[in-house]
């Protein structure tokens, strides 16, 4: 790992035993790209990858000079109004009314470790020698402004990490219209566009489509980072597959509304840029003040998808998640809420978790309804403290019974919300996002509270504070179930209404910095209505989301699939539920459902003491079987092998495989139930070739190269059948 900065050629490259990035200072002290992509060698001559020539109907940049023109520049941090015409990565408007701005190269500096991004979740490294980082220092002198472009490059990963900083030094204000964290051109614009899409209950589904001339792009402007585009996606070559060829990894660690476009211009070249959305985004920049935009991680690979997923996962498990859980086994739990909704008592409550610690279960977590006059979801949400009519003992009693029957105890809150019917409403309207003299839309019968405020922040964090240091509780399920809507805060002026999403963004982010704090040993798992807000930089404060409020195993294998492209194992909350299942009617087998769900955080939301005898047996199995394999299923490395998404198919699979290579765990899965259908081959992957497994179950002995090349013959059946194959290695 090395950063190297040429100063004759004026260039930097940026590198590790995987890949590298080159860049270099132009003619007019702007940065202009070079390469992003496999390792190379550093040398001397790198400035000849830019082609300058006179080109008809171009603008150039000085006068009597027709080969240097920005409009055929590739660049690293591009503006817009000065012979460049793509769509620029920030624009500053200024008191006189102007938005041309002339950044510059004035310094740079280049360290081991990397910094912290203030109030921000980032990626991070526990010793300098884990990463090395380069700042570059521009300046417009006109308006007395510095941005300051932040790389760090890690020794053990094929990633980068980009940010931006910009400073006003001026006397005068600036406004921030657009501030996105990365921009980067590349030379040519032969990839298909790969990233996941959807909605409640349908998050992650794999999308792909090939670029073409102008924009394309993906983006939330809801408040979240949503269920309908995630943060994420790649460029990849046309035939590349999960294993072979070369793929460009962009994801954006931020929760809040965002953009991910790439422009193809009249050379067929791709200009990949992202961060926080324009749409609606306006930052003032007062004198001395600056802003920080989030991080963005760029990875290559030229294994195919798998080798990019692989690197975001081992990365965002051990470098992201911030939690004292992120080295953690996580306990198996059940969730009542399919089991009882809102209608519980304290008697069929202590019932359930009787039973789930009598399966085997590790934590019981009360979700929506034990607070305020909760009964259903039109009130109470902000009242934070235990409905005495459910639970007579409140959450303290409940859970010092549920603990004593040798479960820890989990609990469900919303406090990103409150309700009109409830007791923080009557005291404070004022605290909801709203806009002033506007009628406000609701959703899920709730309200946004204003977290740009740090009032409200402390507010909901002395009611969360009180039930968590009053009872033991070990989990928490943090979910948010309504988008942004009438956009303003009462407590902000108007010139920095512009502000509010991003500043309610940063609040979410402090009360989970609070809460962390105080209560270091607190299970965290983010939601919103499942994944409307499955995020980089969720992951950094709550080590698992739930990955969908779809908890049908057929649905399951597409959401998890997609997910997986960016997100490890140990971050995807799956859980075994009833059927017919809530969300879809589908009637599946529990061999199935356990099967899919395995391949996540792993539990159970559906209500045991209704299940028969042998439906315990078979539970009390797959738990068994869980905690044998969790460590296997959280540190290995993961494949996907067939596609859900391939209609022409009717199966889908994946497996996890040791990182030395000893054991592997692999599911498949049919779709759809079909008459009298054929056999169908398995061929595994990440193996050992030279390596003798056995599998479990099946006799012989096989080596990893015919597991992988000629691969297991597995025969379906007409009702919804799965299966797993367990190997192991045979000391040699």
């Known amino acids: 790992m090395a950063i190297y900065y040429n100063q004759e050629q004026r260039t930097f490259h940026l590198q590790n035993d995987k890949i590298s990035y080159i860049m270099s200072i132009m003619r007019n002290g702007q940065l202009g790209h070079l390469y992003f992509g496999k390792r190379v060698n550093d040398n001397n001559h790198f400035t000849r990858m830019h082609v300058m020539a006179k080109r008809g109907f171009t603008c150039y940049a000085y006068e009597g000079d027709t080969t240097f023109s920005l409009d055929l520049m590739r660049q690293e941090y591009p503006s817009y109004g000065t012979t460049d015409f793509r769509e620029p990565a920030f624009q500053i408007s200024q008191e006189n009314g102007s938005r041309i701005t002339d950044f510059k190269y004035k310094s740079h500096r280049i360290y081991s470790g990397k910094p912290e991004l203030t109030d921000l979740p980032a990626t991070y490294v526990e010793s300098p020698e884990e990463a090395e980082t380069l700042e570059i220092h521009l300046l417009d002198d006109v308006i007395n402004c510095k941005i300051i472009l932040y790389y760090s490059i890690f020794k053990d990963y094929a990633a980068i990490a980009r940010s931006a900083q910009f400073i006003n030094h001026s006397h005068e204000e600036l406004n921030l219209t657009r501030a996105l964290s990365m921009s980067i051109d590349l030379p040519d614009s032969d990839y298909d566009m790969v990233y996941l899409a959807g909605k409640w ?45 070369e793929v460009y990894g962009f994801s954006f660690v931020y929760s809040g509304n965002f953009l991910g476009q790439v422009e193809v211009n009249f050379d067929d070249e791709a200009r990949v840029s992202m961060g926080i959305n324009p749409f609606d985004f306006n930052w003032l920049l007062t004198s001395s003040e600056s802003f920080q935009t989030p991080e963005v991680v760029l990875t290559y690979s030229d294994r195919g998808f798998n080798g990019m997923s692989q690197t975001y996962h081992s990365l965002y498990r051990n470098r992201l998640v911030k939690s004292s859980w992120r080295d953690q086994v996580r306990p198996i739990l059940i969730n009542n809420w399919e089991a009882t909704y809102f209608d519980f008592t304290e008697s069929q409550i202590l019932k359930l978790a009787q039973e789930a610690k009598d399966l085997g279960i590790e934590l019981f977590v009360l979700d929506d309804g034990w607070f305020g006059q909760r009964h259903d979801n039109t009130s109470s949400l902000g009242d934070w403290f235990p409905n005495k009519e459910k639970l007579p003992h409140g959450i303290k ?36 996002i709203q806009v002033i003299n506007r009628p406000l839309s609701h959703g899920r019968n709730q309200y946004i509270l204003d977290f740009t405020r740090e009032e409200v922040v402390n507010y909901v964090f002395d009611m969360m504070a009180q039930i968590l240091d009053d009872a033991p509780v070990s989990y928490v399920k943090w979910d948010m179930n309504r988008f942004m809507t009438e956009v303003g805060s009462l407590a902000l002026p108007p ?34 209505s499942g994944g409307g807000r499955f995020d980089p930089g969720m992951l950094y404060h709550a080590p698992q989301t739930w990955t969908s409020d779809d908890t049908d195993a057929i649905e399951r294998t597409m959401i998890q699939y997609g997910t997986s492209y960016v997100y490890p194992l140990s971050s995807m909350g799956s859980h075994v539920s009833a059927v017919p299942n809530h969300q879809v009617g589908r009637m599946t087998p529990l061999s199935t459902r356990g099967n899919v769900a395995y391949f996540g955080t792993f539990g159970y939301e559906l209500d045991v003491t209704s299940m028969t005898d042998e439906e315990k ?5 797959q738990i068994a079987f869980f905690k044998e394999n969790r460590l296997l299923i959280r540190q290995g490395l993961f494949y996907r092998m067939d596609n859900p998404f391939d209609k022409k198919r009717n199966f889908t699979s994946w497996m996890v495989v040791s990182e030395d290579q000893k054991e592997a765990l692999v599911g498949y899965y049919y779709l759809l139930a079909q008459p009298d259908t054929r056999y169908d081959i398995l061929n595994l992957t990440g193996l050992d070739t030279d390596q003798l497994y056995r599998i479990e179950g099946m006799d012989g002995e096989y080596f990893g190269d015919e597991l992988m090349q000629i691969g297991v013959i597995i025969h379906g059946k007409k009702d919804f059948h799965s299966g797993l194959l367990r190997l192991k290695a045979i000391d040699k």
Not at 214 to 237: D, E, H, K, V
Not at 508 to 514: D, N, S, W
Not at 617 to 621: I, N
């Open 201 to 245: 209950t349908r998050e992650c589904h794999l999308k792909k489509r090939p670029l073409n001339a102008g924009l394309q792009g993906i983006s939330s402007s809801r408040g979240a980072s949503s269920s309908i585009q995630n943060p994420f996606f790649a460029l990849a070559r046309e035939k590349t597959d999960e294993n072979v060829g």
């Open 495 to 528: 010139k920095r209404q512009g502000e509010v999403a991003h500043r309610y963004i940063l609040g979410v982010y402090r009360l989970y910095r609070k809460l962390s704090h105080a209560f270091p040993n607190i299970l965290f798992e983010s939601c919103a």
């Open 617 to 621: 047996e078979e539970v009390k199995e």
């Open 397 to 432: 009693g409940l859970a010092e019974k549920i603990e004593d029957l040798g479960l820890k105890f989990g609990l469900w809150f919303e406090p990103e919300m409150i309700s009109k019917k409830s007791i923080l409403f009557e005291k404070h309207p004022d605290w909801r």
